[in-house]
């Protein structure tokens, strides 16, 4: 393994805690508790799914997975042509978005790694760490 990180989504936490206060709320003022438990279950699911990415670079391939890993990608580093540091707009947001500048995928803040594939497609990884990501993947495109 050249380069592991796992950054937190810390919005989702907040998020969550946003909708539970929200469901205390409904459940206080109406009797549909169907209604709550499919907003406790959505806000779970969403917790389970989103709240970090991982990026992972070996010898071969970078590796993508959100949360316990059931959301993935695996990119095969002979396909890279270019990497490049980048900065997303804000507007760009958080998660799995389809930007002018190719698919994106990002968990917090706007730093990024941008590869261009030797097709010329391209795509974002939003990322806490920039400079160590670029540098591993130098280290295992080189």
């Known amino acids: 393994m050249i380069y592991q990180n796992r950054q937190l ?5 907040v998020m969550m805690f946003v909708f539970i206060v929200y469901l205390i709320w ?4 109406i009797d549909s508790w169907w ?11 969403l ?14 391939e970078i590796l993508l997975s959100y949360g316990f890993g059931f ?7 002979q396909q890279i042509l270019q990497v490049e540091v980048v900065r997303n707009a ?3 947001g958080l998660g799995i ?10 968990i917090s803040g706007l730093d ?7 097709d010329g497609n391209k795509f974002r990884i939003g990322t806490n760490q920039p400079q160590g990501l670029y540098q591993a993947l130098i280290t295992g495109i080189c």
């Open 9 to 13: 989504a810390l919005w989702i936490f």
């Open 26 to 29: 409904i459940a206080s003022t």
């Open 35 to 45: 209604f709550i438990w499919l907003w406790s279950t959505f806000t779970i699911l």
């Open 47 to 60: 917790g389970a799914l989103f709240w970090c990415l991982e990026v992972k670079v070996n010898a071969d």
């Open 71 to 77: 959301i993935n990608k695996k990119i095969q580093l």
């Open 90 to 92: 804000w507007w760009y």
């Open 97 to 106: 978005r389809l930007t002018p500048h190719g698919w994106m995928w990002s």
């Open 112 to 118: 990024a790694i941008e590869l261009t594939y030797q």
